[in-house]
């Protein structure tokens, strides 16, 4: 089975080389919503007035144009950071050596040449990415990345991309497996849902959210296998929803509208600790009332982890490849995968959730490893 599945690893990456590019998001904005105040308390003055000083003496040591670093705790990962990011988890014990550091180089003055997949490249050990509009971002050795923003270039975006898209390729090389989706903590363990963009994974996060449950991440699940045991690393600690989403939960603290979405704080509705991974779900859309969940069994839970990988292509040419093949046979093995359906009705949410704790009080109060196969 193992070799049948790098062969559909192989075939899968290669459909999904060339995607189209990464742009900048539209910016949303309603007249009906009032946002008044609420960038104020996601304020970037800081990171602008690094920009500004090294656009303005590229001879400059960057020593002496940095930002002060910030300390931060993400996906277990101690990280160290020239640029300000709001929504990483602080880091209780900055003291301590980092696992990642950031650094923020000299602004480009002007766009650079294509990558090799035209905003993209992959070589062992280093990930390339170039945002139209906003900069260059390097990653090296799982390690440290650099970031070289577009003159001009708005902060709010350049932290966009770098806790996306950059931190998943940094995943990659670091052998974790990232699944493209929310994951939330139960009694049963984590809870992982997956499914194709606009499926509704943030609206159903931010519902768990407001039943009271802790959440580990709303749009990147980072799966550790490393000691053995399967677990979901914490990654950032906030929602970020569309208009209909954000409305739901009534005006939560601390929410403000950056670039094309509303961030919500988790505050203490964020799981600041890994938690045993108990199953993934398949999240798809169905026109029936009546919802549905029904456990995977054979190769359909290796396929349908690798299909939902956090930007797969960017998995090609890593060093890890190897390793994250063996993960989701891993996963495949070790806990369950799920499909399930349900109408997508917003008024209908709360049912759905309770759908989804019997169904959980069915098939894992206690199930074994073999009924999981």
């Known amino acids: 089975m ?3 599945a790098a062969e559909h690893l192989k075939r899968f990456l290669s459909q999904r080389a060339r995607p189209a590019e990464i742009h900048r998001p539209a910016v949303f904005f309603s007249r009906s919503i009032s946002i008044s105040g609420m960038l104020e ?3 970037f003055t800081a990171v602008r007035a690094a920009l500004r000083r090294q656009a303005s003496g590229a001879s400059v040591p960057l020593a002496e144009s940095m930002m002060p670093t910030h300390a931060y705790r993400v996906y277990g990962l101690r990280v160290r950071t020239e640029i300000a990011c709001p929504g990483l988890p602080d880091d209780p014990h900055p003291d301590r050596a980092p696992d990642v550091s ?3 180089l000299p602004p480009l003055a002007q766009a650079a040449p294509p990558l090799e997949n035209g905003y993209y490249e992959v070589r062992p050990g280093t990930f390339r990415l170039a945002v139209q509009g906003v900069g260059r971002y390097l990653v090296e050795q799982g390690s440290r990345i650099s970031v070289e923003p577009l003159a001009g270039a708005a902060p709010e975006e350049i932290c966009l991309f770098l806790m996306g898209s950059v931190l998943g390729a940094l995943l990659y090389q670091r052998g974790l497996f990232p699944l493209h989706g929310c994951a939330v903590e139960t009694r049963w363990g984590a809870m992982i849902f997956v499914g194709p963009q606009g499926v509704g994974k943030s609206t159903l996060a931010a519902q768990f959210f407001r039943r009271g449950y802790r ?14 045991a399967l677990s979901v690393l914490p990654a950032l600690a906030h929602l970020r929803l569309c208009a209909d989403a954000y409305l739901r939960l009534d005006s939560p603290s601390g929410a403000a509208f950056h670039v094309d979405k509303f961030i919500v704080p988790m505050h203490d509705r964020y799981c600041p ?7 993934v779900h398949v999240l798809a859309d169905s026109a029936h009332a009546t919802p549905s969940f029904a456990l995977l069994h054979g190769f359909d839970r290796v396929r349908q982890l690798l299909h939902n990988l956090y930007r797969p292509q960017f998995l090609q040419g890593q060093q890890t490849q190897s390793r994250l093949m063996h993960a989701a046979l891993h996963i495949a093995q070790d806990a369950s995968v799920a499909a399930v359906s349900r109408r997508r009705d917003p008024h209908q949410l709360d049912g759905f959730i309770d759908f989804l704790e019997a169904s959980w009080s069915t098939h894992f109060a206690s ?5 999981r196969k």
């Open 2 to 4: 193992e070799g049948f």
């Open 273 to 279: 600790h890994p938690v045993p991974l108990r199953a």
């Open 102 to 104: 950031i650094r923020l």
């Open 215 to 228: 959440l580990l991440s709303d749009d990147v699940c980072a799966v550790d296998f490393s000691h053995g």
């Open 367 to 371: 199930s074994s490893q073999a009924e």
């Open 41 to 43: 308390s996601f304020s």
